[in-house]
């Protein structure tokens, strides 16, 4: 199993930015890959962010170019720097783990971008 906690949710203001952080409960190494969801109110949980244990990463279309994905394998953590954000960033974020063929969720975050 694979126990995820995020952190870093917040307001804040169009154009600004926000990182989110998801440190797992196993090596980041051991995962198949590791990323980030997001949700807004009424809508379908969307792909923002994936990267792999080779560091290729893969983004959601609404979020190239702003938004990039990391990790910190000592610390079994992926980071989210989210850059210009825009209103329509706002919703629940959810770190995500693929392990042995099963994914993994986080309790979510909340971030909101005022206009």
């Known amino acids: 199993q694979v126990q995820l906690v995020e952190s870093g949710g917040g307001l804040v203001q169009a154009g600004g930015s926000l990182r989110l952080s998801c440190t797992a409960s196993?090596?980041?190494?051991?995962?198949?890959?590791m990323g980030w969801y997001r949700q807004a109110p009424g809508q379908q949980r969307e792909f923002v962010a994936r990267?792999?244990?080779?560091?290729?990463?893969d983004f959601g279309d609404a979020v190239k170019g702003r938004f990039t994905i990391s990790r910190d394998a000592a610390e079994n953590t992926v980071y989210l720097q989210m850059n210009s954000l825009k209103p329509e960033d706002t919703g629940v974020y959810y770190c995500?783990?693929?392990?042995?063929?099963?994914?993994?969720w986080g309790q979510g975050t909340q971030v909101t971008v005022s206009s």
């Open positions: 995500s783990a693929i392990f042995l063929t099963r994914e993994y």
């Open positions: 196993r090596s980041i190494f051991s995962v198949y890959s």
């Open positions: 990267i792999f244990p080779s560091g290729v990463t």
